[in-house]
């Protein structure tokens, strides 16, 4: 007789989706240190852009999340951001959350809204991995000069 062995053995899905909760409650309080306190020491960031959007590139430190925030919130006006989560689908440790993102650019003035997702890894009750998909055109488009 074989036995099969559930690749989610271990694993609590009921832990994933409060760990992405409790980030996405600490990101609307506005509170960038107490969001980077959801990280763990290592991680998977990962934000697509380029050189021209400070704010966009990969990290891999829980640290550099509080400075990625306080970068971000330099270069929109925080209080015209939009932030609507359509979903959030949980698998074993992973999450995506489905959804969607209005920003005004502040060096320019204008607005952009997109379709957005982003990928979360749990371990514990820390984020592992961040991967954010968004237009990065949309984005560049509402920077550039």
């Known amino acids: 007789m074989t036995v099969q062995v559930s690749r989610y053995e271990g694993i609590s899905i009921m832990a994933t989706r409060e760990v992405v909760e409790k980030f996405f409650g600490l990101l609307a309080a506005g509170d960038p240190d107490a969001v980077a306190k959801v990280f763990a020491d290592d991680i998977d960031w990962y934000v697509p852009g380029s050189p021209s959007l400070p704010w966009t590139g990969q990290r891999s430190k829980g640290s550099d999340v509080a400075d990625y925030l306080r970068t971000l919130a330099a270069n929109i006006v925080p209080e015209k951001n939009v932030d609507e ?39 514990g009750d820390k984020i592992v991995k961040m991967h954010l998909y968004e237009d990065t055109l949309k984005v560049s488009e509402a920077y550039a000069d």
């Open 85 to 123: 989560v359509e979903a959030l689908l949980v698998d074993g440790d992973h999450a995506v959350m489905l959804g969607r993102f209005t920003r005004v650019a502040k060096s320019t003035g204008r607005t952009f809204v997109m379709p957005i997702a982003m990928h979360f890894q749990v371990a």
